[in-house]
């Protein structure tokens, strides 16, 4: 079984976000970048413990500049096989997932793996459009994964259960919370991700739908205002005048 | 002097007499990503693992202390230094220290981790024969086996030679019989390995290889403590027990030499832990200053909160230069001593031992710096900080054994200055030519020559004149005193405190030249730097003027006074609003951030 999983770095989570040149860049001054965690903690570390029972080969696939090396070497220390960049600044979903889609076409893949969203963009676009691109089938939300053959199982969260799907390989799925547990690389993993190959491959040249007009950070939540209990009129005169919701 | 350039590396204690250069010192700014992947690892383990059940950690709830051990041991870390060949990861020393740090945030787990790996495991690394390392360390190195160290008795702690364990050769020359008792043994309930020390005969004094399960050996009862509750700690009781002769450790009668070089590597480590658990309560006062409102106001926009915070920052990042500069110059120390047909555990503890001044220093001030942050990450939670409920009363207990083990602080303060001493007497280190010319120096008219432009000229005179002044307080006190200087503690507690000062300001500043010169210094980076040099000067004023008032009177000791202000002068900056720059840093990344 091959397996391929899209990662993509996200800013840490503790992140303080600002933007530059008229608010029309996410300002990377000082950000710590991570692997998103529903890519690493889900979608690779499901393919990783299928590979281990089952076989195969697991690829790690990102859409990135040199600065996603180091997210792609701790993919690679957590036990991916090998990697792959896409030499090119991830511009919106449709690029990163034509990108993606290309390579799949040249380089036979039994399953692609995503995370249900990145933490930044929180998108959830990629994986949907890799699928329309290859015409392959889609699993999203998916919180478990069994793979029999070529006949997976799924899990998805649904509102209030989930559904349980049958699908067959090959397919692309985006992984939600569930699937697997994080897994820490140990001291030989993060040594032997140095060894391990990453192919640089050139942009795949395609159209471009998006431009960034401007960014902008919600505004500041204002501070609790305490009402007690025995003072109805207080808090009813201050949804009126202040909150101005009723 | 200045147009001959030496090439030579720093040796220890050199610091005093020598300029270094912010192109020879390592900054932790320069850890390279695997270092850093791999102290990430280390962090996420501690804080997905660890912290979540500190808890039952410190109830020693069965069993959990060894699981923890066993999963560190899975992920590498307890055998990252460990050289390849004995089944470990052979990484260099900045890397243990690194990871050293990140555990140290684990409290409890922090203390049995750091007892396995350094104490217990360094002896038989450093000082085993090669059947004793391939028997012992692998398993040491995965977890399979943990180890103890038992040196203190009821009897003898600081003292420590004066242990009164007797091991005695048997008729057949094929055991020692091991006989006494001792105390405070950390990982002492759950060891399989325990490096005794004991006195063949009653005189020489030797270290051992005991395996816990040994005929005659029993544990004692935990001890209950104040804080690492956590932590095993026990007494070990040694009745006729038998050791077979292969498992005496280094040679017969010199076994202060594994248990003082031990201590070297021991007490970075200790400051390495300590800058871990520092550096998670600092980001903890920092998160709650800014969430915690009174008289309508974050808490951490008061002047005296953000002193508090501003402060924790000073101490941190000034430590932490020290302690990876002298973590480089160990490394590198160990390469040359390779070079010079050593095998790397033997370098890697010559290394050690070369730079034992600067490991005593550092473990001072990094459990000093430890403490006051616990101290004040209780004041700045207030009430809370009294509650059993929240973390920072487990830390205020959890933090105050680090003055107390791996030698007290009196003790470390005592040696940096002995050993400093003996240096110079055995010519080691030249600390009479420069001593002299200060002399002459005291007599001359002071230096008004125009003031050098160069970057950061300012500080690297100040850094000169403390060390003018420590050789003219050490100078003037062992002239004057000779072999009585001993009894004088109060005295050598100064000098060790002056020493201490130049020592951490003098890292502190090459760390942030370097900084400037790859663009990486921060304004608040120089804010740091001014406040401490500022403040430093007066402490060592204060240190100097009571040990020279101790034993020197009338003309000489005022001459010596006034050159002493000479030694001590500093530029006068307004630390507040420094601190408050500083402050300001931290509120807004909410976390310790430099
Ligand atoms: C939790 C815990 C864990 C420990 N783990 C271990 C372990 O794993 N293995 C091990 O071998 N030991 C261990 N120890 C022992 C520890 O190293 C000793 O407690 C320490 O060295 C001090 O010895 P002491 O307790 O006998 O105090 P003492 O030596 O009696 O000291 C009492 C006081 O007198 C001062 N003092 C002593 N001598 C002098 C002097 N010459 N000049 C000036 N002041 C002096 C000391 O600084 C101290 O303030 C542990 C201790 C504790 C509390």
Not at chain 1, 61 to 89: H, P, Q, S, Y
Not at chain 2, 204 to 211: A, L, N, Q, R, Y
Request: glycine share 8%.
């Amino acid at each position: 079984m091959k397996f391929l999983v899209c990662i993509s770095k996200a800013p840490d989570t503790t992140t303080k976000i600002a933007f530059t040149d008229n608010n029309t860049k996410f300002n990377n001054d000082k950000v710590v970048f991570i692997v998103n965690p529903y890519d690493e903690w889900y979608a690779l570390v499901r393919a990783l413990e299928l590979k281990e029972k089952l076989g195969g080969t697991v690829t790690v696939i990102n859409v990135g500049a040199t600065d996603c090396d180091a997210i792609i070497r701790k993919a690679l220390a957590i036990g991916a096989d090998d990697a792959v960049r896409i030499d090119a600044e991830p511009i919106d979903a449709m690029f990163v997932a034509k990108q993606i889609a290309q390579y799949v076409k040249a380089n036979a893949y039994d399953l692609v793996l995503c995370g249900k969203e990145t933490i930044d963009y929180n998108g959830s676009e990629v994986g949907g459009m890799i699928a329309g691109l290859l015409d392959w089938g889609y699993v999203s939300l998916a919180s478990s994964l069994e793979l029999n053959g070529d006949l997976a199982t799924l899990n998805r969260e649904i509102a209030g259960g989930y559904e349980t799907v049958v699908v067959k390989t090959p397919f692309v799925l985006s992984a939600a919370k569930g699937m697997a547990e994080a897994r820490i690389p140990n001291m030989r993993g993060i040594m032997a991700a140095r060894t391990k190959p990453v192919a640089v491959v050139p942009v795949f040249a395609c159209e471009n739908y998006t431009t960034i007009l401007s960014y902008e950070l919600p505004k500041e939540k204002t501070g609790v205002k305490l009402v007690s209990p025995d003072n109805v009129d207080e808090l009813v005169s201050l949804l009126h005048n202040e909150a101005k919701v009723i | 002097m200045a147009d001959k350039i030496i090439k030579q590396a720093l040796k220890g204690g050199e610091f005093l007499i020598r300029e270094s250069s912010s192109a020879d010192t390592f900054i932790p700014e320069e850890f390279n990503e695997e270092q850093k992947m791999m102290a990430q690892m280390a962090e996420d383990f501690i804080d997905s693992e660890v912290l979540p059940v500190n808890e039952q950690i410190d109830h020693q709830e069965e069993g959990l202390m060894i699981k923890l051990m066993n999963k560190a041991g899975e992920l590498g870390l307890l055998g990252a230094t460990i050289p390849e060949e004995y089944g470990g990861f052979g990484k260099d020393f900045i890397t243990g220290t690194l990871l050293t740090e990140k555990i140290g945030a684990g409290g409890s787990f922090a203390v049995a981790c750091a007892a396995h790996t350094g104490i217990g495991t360094l002896p038989i690394l450093y000082f085993g024969n090669e059947e004793q390392r391939k028997k012992y360390i692998p398993k040491l190195s995965t977890g399979e086996m943990k180890a103890a160290y038992c040196l203190t008795e009821p009897g003898s702690g600081s003292d420590a030679l004066a242990a009164k364990t007797n091991a005695k050769l048997s008729a057949d020359g094929k055991y020692y019989l091991l006989n006494g008792q001792k105390m405070w043994i950390t990982n002492g309930g759950f060891a399989d390995v325990f490096i005794v020390f004991a006195k063949i005969d009653g005189e020489k004094f030797t270290g051992f290889i005991v395996e816990a399960n040994s005929e005659g050996l029993t544990r004692g009862e935990e001890e209950k403590k104040m804080g690492i509750k956590g932590s095993s700690t026990r007494q070990i009781f040694f009745q006729d027990v038998k050791v077979p002769v292969e498992n005496l450790l280094g040679e017969i009668g010199k076994g202060h030499l594994i248990a003082f070089n031990i201590l070297n590597i021991g007490r970075l480590k200790l400051c390495a832990a300590a800058m871990g658990a520092t550096k998670r309560m600092a980001t903890i006062s920092v998160e709650y200053a800014t969430q915690r409102e009174q008289f309508k106001h974050k808490i951490s926009d008061f002047g005296a909160i953000k002193y508090k915070l501003a402060e924790q920052a000073i101490k941190i990042f000034t430590v932490e230069s020290a302690m990876y500069r002298a973590s480089k110059q160990i490394e590198e120390k160990a390469h040359d001593l390779i070079g010079s047909g050593l095998e790397y555990p033997k370098a890697l503890m010559g290394a050690a031992e070369e730079f034992a001044i600067e490991c005593a220093i550092l473990k001072v001030y990094g459990s000093e710096m430890l403490d006051y942050v616990v101290d004040e990450a209780v004041q700045i939670h207030g009430g809370l900080g009294f509650s059993e409920e929240y973390t920072p009363a487990r830390a205020y207990r959890d933090s105050r054994i680090n003055r107390i083990f791996e030698g007290t602080n009196e003790i470390n303060r005592l040696l940096t200055v002995d050993m400093l001493l003996k240096r110079a007497m055995k010519g080691q280190l030249d600390l009479m030519t420069p001593a002299m010319s200060i002399q002459k120096e005291l007599m001359s008219i002071p230096d008004f020559s125009s003031e050098d432009e160069a970057p950061y000229a300012t500080q690297r005179k100040q850094i000169s004149n403390m060390k003018k002044g420590i050789l003219m307080v050490a100078g003037a006190a062992v002239q004057k005193l000779m072999m009585a200087l001993e009894g004088e503690q109060e005295l050598l507690m100064n000098i060790a405190n002056m020493i201490s000062e130049s020592y951490l300001c003098e890292s502190l500043l090459l760390r942030v030249m370097k900084m400037n010169e790859i663009g990486i210094a921060s304004a608040e980076h120089n804010d740091i730097l001014n406040v401490n040099f500022h403040d430093a000067a007066d402490r060592f004023h204060f240190e100097g003027r009571n040990a020279l008032s101790s034993f020197a009177e009338g003309d000489e000791l005022r001459m010596m006074l006034l050159g002493l202000k000479r030694f001590s002068k500093t530029e006068i900056i307004n630390t507040k609003d420094c601190r408050r720059r500083i402050a300001a840093r931290l509120i807004d990344a909410n976390k310790y951030c430099f």
